[in-house]
């Protein structure tokens, strides 16, 4: 197929547009303490899964744990008979005293899983993956610098930000949990990002090697148009695979799958709409700054050549 | 002639094609029971304990050390094949059991601390448990008391004789002083007196035992290895095997249903070329799945979406590649001459795109921890793997296409005939 969309000069409306996707997330994360709704990987804590072997309902749970006192937690039914307890960070005795309990208070009862982390490791888990980050994206704008130029590098590395913040922004403001999968995610989404963003780039600079007369606009528009059929079929690839493990995947997987997604199809975008329209002004700003340069550097050679002649 | 090339050609290519796919129905099914499954997948514990320095001493490496052979003699001890135990930063140590029918118990058994001490009245400890060398439960002929005997190493046996020998001649026989107080985990078991100097390492701790078994289990734990340093679980995980077997019947379906999918799409929409890319596909699962066997890696869910990722980074350089060579036969160019100069034109920026995402995953691998490796690790392993098909294999068997004549039409590469120069049409 050959398209021939304008994609860049209308680029005003594509930044609002992130805008709007992205400002609602950043009230939600300004207003909510804390920022996220971090799961035990982060905050510390302990998740017991338990299936009953008889009708049990959440409200039953709910009593038996309010009698041992055991400050916040939260029950979630995750299958008929099957809870899901969170509570702050229970020592070894406790947890015993909470099967031991709901077993002599509601039956019989298998336990499916039984998790402690401690808040150290969260944090941990935390500074790792903002240090991990930060490190990727000098890396990239490195690699990209050399490879394609430095203005390339920065509208990359922001279309990336870009999609990191659409992607921590919708959970802010659904409110869905994080665990320590969301960081692979956040950085499989960067890795994402950067390829179709490169993948675009790459194009750019084969047709301006090739064509002379026209603006860089229309030049960023043909490539656009060039690779458009590339970019929905890779990311329909993705979205399918993705779709596959949110409806029949595990509750494992599932933020995983869902970070990705949405982080996906925010890096298909941005890599059109964000970081070649943002290249392409970052082109203008520096050549404009340049002219600027130039012109005061022959001001201040006219201004010294009067001087002389006085 | 032409006929006769055209055949070999078509039986060249038959072979070729159903060899990846004799190949890929006989390897894939073992190949996949051979992997090693995390603990999300097969259920099992995975507990993180770390190692207390207390104000009077810091945790050494010899010391982890210690701990870690010790931990070692426990598992081994619960009969679990496969532990994984490993260090993780100066004082902790990660210990993964797969496939543990009863997670709680082993957790027990693990986190026990049989810190074994004897002090003296004034709460001095004079011998540790890592002074120990050896604990057998016995029953006392005379009284027909259970008993642990107990071998102290040369350094223990030293630090023994110094301290009854100073006590012993210190104080007389039935002053508190002359006793030894035997703690098991900070707990008095027996307070002894001194008879007399003791020069040879043994031991006794008598009394306190209901039974036999008793005293035979806290032998077993001391000859484990009573610990160093005194310990603590920070994190641990224990997944029930129903779980597990749960979460693994779903990715699996997850992913059956996701391959087909992408599958079906690129023979949809790319036609010949994505037959040939969905046998590429067959044989780059094969080398990734070959390659984390043959590293023993364990297999995790976050490591499978890693995996079910590079699919669709494999799936995108064929894409490229595919779009290149559609733009070049729209150009002009003959069959032969658009899949070299696709192949050509789409490497630099298959390379280009791989190279700033293998960038990320290298990050990943070397900050992150645990699960986050194993993606890391999948992630870079099938980025390398799909690069190498995409550009080797899916250019022979290209090439092994075009070799027969009736593979020529262009609709079959996905380009109308009216797309074409006119000059150009017909010379194939």
Known sequence: MNFNFDFVNRRKWWYALSLLVIIPGLIAMALHRPVLNFGIDFTGGNIIQVQFHQPVTSGQVRDVLDGLNLGKSSIQESGSNQFLIRTTELNEEQTNQVISTLQSKLGQLDLKRNEKVGGTIGRELTIRGVEAMVIAWILM?????????????????????????????????????VDSTFIAAILTIIGYSINDTIVIFDRIRENLRLRKKETIEEVVNRSINQTLTRSINTVLMVIFALLALILLGGETTRTFALAMLIGTISGCYSSIFTASPLWIDFRHLSRERHRQAAVAKADTKAKTRKATSH | MAGGKGAGGFLKLAVVFL????????????????????????????????????PDHAVTPDDMAALERVMRDRVDQLGIAEPVIQREGSDRLIIELAGVSNPEE?????????????????????????DLKDAKAIIDQQTREPQITLQFNAEGTKKFADVTKKLASSYPYGDPKRAIGIYLDQQLLTNPQVKEAIPNGQAIISGG???????????????????????????????????????????KT??????????????????????????????????????????????????????????GMAVDANIIIYEHIKEELRNGKTLRAAIDAGFKRAFTTIFDSNATTVLAAIVLYFLGSGTVRGFAITLSLGIAASMFTAITLTRFLLHLVVGVPAFHNLWLFGVKEEQIPAAARGEI
């Open chain 2, 19 to 54: 060899a990846i796919l004799a190949i890929g129905i006989g390897v894939f099914k073992p190949l996949i029971n051979a992997q090693r499954l995390g603990l999300d997948l097969k259920g099992g514990v995975h507990v993180l304990i770390q190692a207390q320095s207390t």
């Open chain 2, 106 to 130: 082993a957790i027990k058994m693990i986190g026990k601390t049989a810190q074994l001490e004897f002090k003296t009245s004034d709460g001095q400890v004079v011998v540790s448990g890592k």
């Open chain 2, 254 to 311: 997850a992913i059956i249903v996701g391959l087909i999918a992408i599958t079906l799409f690129m023979l949809l929409i790319y036609r010949l070329p994505g037959v040939v890319a969905d046998f590429s596909l067959i044989v780059y699962g094969l080398i990734v799945m070959a390659v984390l066997w043959g590293l023993k890696a364990t297999l995790t869910l976050p490591g499978i979406a890693g995996l079910l990722l590079s699919v």
């Open chain 1, 141 to 177: 704008i490195i690699y990209i610098t050399i490879r394609f130029e430095f203005l390339s590098g920065l509208a990359a590395i922001l279309a990336l930000v870009h999609d990191v913040l659409v992607t921590i922004g919708f959970f802010a403001l659904f409110r869905w949990e």
């Open chain 2, 209 to 251: 035992f209901a039974n036999f078994e008793e005293a035979a289990n806290l032998a077993a734990l001391l000859r484990g290895g009573a610990l160093p340093v005194p310990v603590q679980i920070i994190e641990r995980r224990t997944v029930g095997p129903t779980l597990g077997a749960d979460s693994l019947a779903k990715s």
